[in-house]
């Protein structure tokens, strides 16, 4: 069964666009996780999917190798909208494509399915509350939505993104809306390499 299915799926939940990917491509740095630390993110230790707890550059590239094919997608945004308080909006819609599409590339046969997200989840799912899944003996209070960013674990988004030929500005915190022409969010879910023959589903 041909990964593409799952990038027509990305673009029918919401998508502006996706990509499959060989596994092998995806960029893995340290140096990503380390711009997560302060003044980096607010998220950065509040949540089990944020370092330090998220897993390592290390450990991710090792993670990842064991995977075939991706599925890339981004949501174009308005670069206003990052600035507004309705800023963690697209954030919440990244975290329900990939979770739908995990969903979809299960129920079609895939055995080794896992997503990523953009961002962190503290401020999109639990604003008010401390991490439940850091708590001792605790869980996840959203384990159906609630996924690392690609960045927590190290993947270089701008690397992806570019080597797809989607144009990517860097957005900090100083950064004018009003000066940049386009913003993105990414997600990525990422398949193992023999899925099963799944007879009657496209
Ligand atoms: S409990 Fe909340 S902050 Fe913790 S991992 Fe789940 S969604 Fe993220």
């Not at 997560?36 to 993670?63: H, L, Q, V």
């Amino acid at each position: 069964m041909n990964p593409e299915i799952l990038m027509e799926e990305a673009m029918r939940f919401g998508a502006s666009d996706a990509r499959v990917i060989r596994a092998a491509d995806i960029p893995v740095e340290d140096a990503i996780v380390e711009m997560c630390g302060p003044p980096g993110c607010d998220g950065y230790g509040k949540s089990a999917n944020c370092p330090p707890f998220a897993m390592t550059p290390e450990e991710a590239r090792i993670w990842i190798s064991r995977f075939d094919r991706a599925v890339f997608f981004k949501i174009d945004v308005e670069p206003e909208l990052l600035f507004s308080p309705a800023q963690f909006k697209p954030f919440e819609d990244i975290f329900g494509i990939v979770s739908r599409l995990e969903h979809r590339a299960m129920e079609w046969g895939w055995k080794d399915v896992t997503g990523l997200g953009a961002g962190s989840c503290k401020p999109v799912f639990c604003p008010d509350a401390p991490c439940a899944a850091l708590a001792d003996g605790g869980k996840c209070r959203f384990p159906d939505l609630a996924r690392p960013s690609m960045e927590a674990i190290g993947i270089n988004v701008f690397k992806l993104a570019e080597s797809v030929g989607w144009p990517i500005y860097h957005i900090t915190r100083d950064t004018d809306p009003m000066e940049i022409s386009s913003a993105l969010l990414a997600g990525i879910v990422i398949v193992g390499a023999r899925p099963p023959r799944a007879e009657g589903i496209r």
